[in-house]
């Protein structure tokens, strides 16, 4: 086990690495000097030039990747430019506003894809299953976009159920922070609920046709058991496999979403840091994201694994 | 076997018929099957592949596939099953029939251990804790001749050889004492060596826990020293029933003929009979008389009504034209 854990993160390691790297040389190379914006217009050249050397930036390209290495293998990421606080300092309060809300988005999802899917997949070809069918395929087919601004209309505009905008942190007051998070939540999980859905009534519908669930039926076992022990085990696995990949899009589907809802989240952050040209949030932000794909890559690998024995035992 | 047909049916089964809905049309499947499995009898469920064997055994353990009909009766112990609610009716899978699937590599739940699945079943109809469920498994997988019984009780089925498979399906198919098994063609998918293997399993359990058991297969004489009788099916109809030994000697049925002629030779006498041509019908293209006509040697134009169930000498037999025991065969087949 401990071996098989080994192996996926150094498999994981591209995925911090590549975009990282990217990302150091798309800004670099972008039209755009950290200095000026820092600065502002009326700085002389003079300004300018002493605080790209205290920056570091009038070295060669070259050396400025490898000094940004040495940053990044030591966790040395450097201060902000705009903020002058350290971006380990900084990143950790927006990351807790997207996580919350993708978290919130990935319970939506998993309660409504799971239950709906498995129900669907009970009463395969009754009313409720074409039901659920249409309601899918219907919510797959909504930009995210959309309707994020259809549920403001209606349940902030119209109804006056939730805040239009704008963020309450947990501290102060449980209800009224998961208020604000409702309808961005919704706005991305709807989509990710859908496709659950679809995954979860199509494995099911796969495993309830398998022998061995004919097995447990004429083996006397309630049908309680044979559905929840027999069918849901071995369906779970290719579900599994779609949450992983849900959590990445609801990452990233928060991210966007945190600027329709003005959240102060990594979305914001990142968008912040890209317009003020300050490359050391940028960065830190980008390995922040990746590193959290890549464990819940890892909890579902390992997920995975406990599912399956014949993963676990290879 | 006098005392054997004086003892009350475990199962008795009367005019069971499967339909089938394929494009939302009714087809029938097995029709008008009526048989009885005495109390330690072994009686073999016989007939080329399609013929609709499978089908009659789910019907009778309850689980036929989604969408098909059953009618007539089925009784088990002297108790009517179709009348039952379905949880009753599931009560009794497991606990007073056994089931074994012909393949046991899918017919196994892939990521519960065996030891699981059994203590599963043990503790469905018994009344074991988790300790006791667990002993009673290593003491019926140590019975089925599995190795290190204990041991395997936390394996996974992928670990395990074909033979070792099926034993651990009928360990589970006997686990809880039942009246009668069933067992869908056991051993087909086997290596022929362990053919043997498990088919002396399956004879000792039936004698030590006084089994009585419906035995499915295509090929008649490798049960032929186990089953007490035969019942021949052919494209949803049974066309011959009685004693193994005659069956095998001497069929009645023309079906039955050529299936004992497509087993492979072992005397001059056997060799001139070949094997049937052609294919069993679709379902839903039966002829409307008897529907071995198209294939039969002897078919005539009496043949075009179906013919019924009748007693023919030691059995029974479907067919206008019955070949006779006493008679030397003579007409030539084929
Ligand atoms: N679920 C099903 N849907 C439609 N046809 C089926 C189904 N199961 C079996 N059949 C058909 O019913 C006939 C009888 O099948 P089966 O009982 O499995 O035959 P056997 O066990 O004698 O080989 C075959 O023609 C088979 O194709
Ligand atoms: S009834 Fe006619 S066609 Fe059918 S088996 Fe007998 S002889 Fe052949
Ligand atoms: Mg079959």
Known sequence: ?314 | MTNISQTNPVLDVKNLAVTLTIYGRPVPVVTNVSFQVRAGEAVALVGESGCGKTMTARAIIGLPPDGARVGGSIQLEGRELTTLSKKDRRKLGGSRIGFIFQEPMTSLHPTLTVGAQLCDTLRTHLDLGRKEARDRAAQLLDRVGIPRATAMLDSYIHQLSGGMRQRVMIALAVSCKPALIIADEPTTALDVTIQAQVLDLLKEMRSELGLAMLYITHDLEVVSDFCDRAVVMYAGDIVEEGPVASILTAPHHHYTRGLIGAIPAHDEDRKRLTLIKGQVPPLGAWPAGCRFAPRCPRADEVCLKHPALEPFEESAVRCWHPVELKKKETSTLG
């Open chain 1, 1 to 314: 086990m401990g071996k098989y854990i080994r192996r996926r993160l150094l498999h994981a390691l591209p995925t911090i690495f590549i975009p990282l790297v990217l990302v150091f040389f798309l800004l670099r190379l972008a039209p755009g000097d950290p200095a000026v914006q820092i600065l502002g217009d009326n700085a002389t050249p003079e300004q300018i030039a002493a605080l790209r050397t205290q920056l570091g930036l009038d070295q060669p390209l070259p050396i400025q990747f490898l000094l940004w290495l040495k940053g990044l293998f030591t966790l040395q990421l450097g201060d902000s430019l705009f903020f002058h606080k350290p971006v380990l300092e900084l990143i950790p309060a927006y990351a807790a506003v997207t996580l919350q809300l993708t978290f919130f988005a990935l319970v939506i999802a998993m309660v409504i894809g799971l239950s709906a899917g498995i129900a669907a997949s009970l009463l395969r070809g009754k009313i409720l299953d074409r039901g659920i069918i249409g309601v899918m395929v219907f919510s797959i087919s909504l930009p995210e976009f959309w309707l994020a601004l259809v549920l403001i209309f209606v349940f902030a505009v119209t109804l006056r159920w939730f805040p239009v905008a704008g963020y309450v942190s947990f501290d102060e007051g449980v209800w009224a922070s998961l208020a604000t998070l409702v309808l961005p939540a919704l706005a991305i999980g709807v989509r990710q609920a859908a496709l659950l859905t679809r995954m979860t009534r199509s494995a099911m519908l796969d495993v309830l046709d398998e022998p061995y669930v004919t097995t447990a039926r004429a083996q006397g076992l309630p049908e309680a058991t044979v559905i929840g022990r027999y069918t849901l085990r071995t369906a779970a696995v290719p579900v599994v496999t779609v949450i992983g990949l849900s959590v990445s899009y609801l990452l990233s589907g928060a991210v966007a979403i945190e600027l329709i809802f003005s959240l102060p989240g990594m979305g914001k952050l990142l968008v912040d840091a890209v317009s003020r040209r300050d490359y050391p949030v940028v960065e830190g932000s980008v390995l922040t994201i990746a590193v959290t794909l890549v464990v819940v890559n890892l909890i579902v690998d390992l997920v995975y694994a406990w599912l399956d024995p014949r993963i676990r035992l290879k």
